[in-house]
């Protein structure tokens, strides 16, 4: 089970800082709305550009927290934050595709993360 653990960490914290610090300024499927880069998402979404360096710092911390959790053992809070504060931010990407009615295949990334999230948290 430990390996497993391990496995969905390293998935849902590189696919994080992938998207956040790799791709933002790229196009993607998944993107909401007809964005072609996050700051586009995020005005589709009607939310300010504040707003999503905020979102995506907690992202970067949070993926970096889960990924530093798989080393620092004795500390699983670390672990705990991390992987429900992703699970809080997913909840967030997912209602968001909803509120601009985006086809469910575009939310469907972030309710992986969700579910990978809580799922770390819970084993």
Known sequence: MEYLIIALKV????????VWLLRSGKET??????AGNLQEEFKAYGLPVWFM????GLKIV???GLLASIFLTGYPALETYSAYGIAVL???AVS??????DPIK????A?????????????
């Open 106 to 109: 575009k939310a469907l990334p």
């Open 11 to 18: 998935i849902v914290g590189l696919s994080i800082l992938n």
């Open 96 to 101: 968001m595709h909803i509120k601009v009615k």
């Open 29 to 34: 499927q998944w993107r909401g709305g007809n």
């Open 62 to 64: 949070f993926a970096l």
């Open 53 to 56: 360096w905020t979102i995506g």
């Open 90 to 92: 997913m909840l967030g």
């Open 111 to 123: 309710f992986t993360f969700l579910v990978l999230s809580v799922a770390i948290g819970l084993l």
